[in-house]
């Protein structure tokens, strides 16, 4: 039974919208791993095979499909929790010659399966060690969850499963994805859908009409709306809301991102506004330029402007950091560790 400390603490990330955590133990406790968003992200993909994390001054690789870590004293697990009633939304894949596959959707071979995502998920459910017959078109199959396995009965053709929950959107993702809601007049921002095997993959002209420049401005007449669009004969919506594009046909879910370009675009528009640096382990000042950060030089001096006493978090390489400009310090919220930050007049 949960301790009170545990309870809260789960009903406090339910009501901040999340409904799952990622734990690492080294045999005695279970952790929480910070920004685990990112984990999330990534292993609602279903090409996606694992993720390298940064935990307690160490590197850590999660492999999805097993839960596991190649460090052996390192176990992993990832607990959801739901309100009373509610489900979460699975999605079932397996491989065919070209992607991974939602059930449901076409083949590559333009055939659609008789059974659903939710059908295979009852079907484990009832029995997750099990197996289930059905057919697409003419062929019969074979699922086997316990070597989560696709075989063609006739032809022993046999293709890997996978199962994997489905990409929601929640205001910590959100800030995950979106590196600013400042406006920027020559674009400055790079635009990214999250690709198969888990990569972040940039909006080209030549693959899909549009580019990053493209959909800076679409989003800057209406943050809160959607721009569709067409792909290979696939309609999708891009909604700048919830950070992700769907695909209008099978319904399947990315995550997106709008990161700050760090070329001459937006070196330009630093010209005439402060320059924000902190000062790194060797003692030399960097600029808050990283593209792995979610915040510019840009950002901290809007909000310095707005409270020059106060503070401000932001996530960089998987780690919260507190910017608090009453002390001119940058306070990294899992290893305690202060350095120094300056303002510099351009």
């Known amino acids: ?180 809601s400042s406006k920027l007049t020559g674009g400055g921002y790079r635009w990214e859908f999250m690709g198969d095997e888990g990569i972040w993959t940039e909006y080209k002209a030549n693959v899909c009409s549009f580019d990053s420049a493209a959909l800076e401005r679409q989003y800057q007449l209406n943050p809160q709306g959607q721009h569709p669009f067409k792909i290979r004969g696939f309609s999708y919506t891009l909604d700048f809301s919830s950070m992700s594009q769907v695909n209008d046909t099978i319904g399947t879910r990315r995550a997106v991102r709008r990161t700050a370009d760090s070329g001459s675009q937006q070196d330009s528009s630093l010209g005439t506004s402060p320059r924000w640096q902190f000062q790194d382990i060797g003692g030399m000042w960097k600029d808050y330029l990283n593209s792995k950060s979610s915040i510019s030089s840009q950002d901290i001096e809007r909000q310095h402007q707005q409270t020059p006493s106060g503070s401000m978090k932001f996530t960089a390489n998987r780690f919260s950091y507190e910017l608090n400009f009453s002390a001119m310090t940058q306070k990294n919220m899992s290893t305690t560790t202060t350095r120094s930050v300056r303002r510099l007049s351009q």
């Open 1 to 180: 039974m949960e301790n009170a400390d545990e309870m809260n603490h789960w009903q406090e990330t339910a009501v901040n919208g999340k409904h799952y955590e990622w734990q690492l133990s080294n045999g005695h406790l279970w952790l929480p791993i910070d920004n685990d968003h990112l984990i999330e992200t990534h292993y609602c993909q279903p090409g996606a095979k694992g993720i390298t994390i940064n935990f307690k001054h160490m590197k850590v690789f999660i492999e999805f499909d097993e839960l596991l870590t190649q460090n052996v004293d390192l176990k992993v697990q990832r607990l959801s929790f739901l309100p009373q009633g509610q489900t979460e939304d699975i999605g079932w894949y397996f491989r065919d010659d070209q992607l991974w596959r939602e059930f449901g959707s076409q083949s590559s071979n333009m055939q659609s399966s008789s059974i659903s995502s939710g059908d295979v998920e009852r079907q484990f459910t009832l029995n997750p060690r099990g197996s289930f017959n059905f057919t697409v078109c003419s062929s019969s199959y074979s699922l086997d969850f316990s070597i989560m396995t696709q075989t063609n009965c006739v032809t022993g053709l046999r293709r890997n499963l996978r199962r994997r929950p489905k990409f929601t959107f929640n205001a910590e993702s959100r800030s995950s994805t979106s590196a600013s």
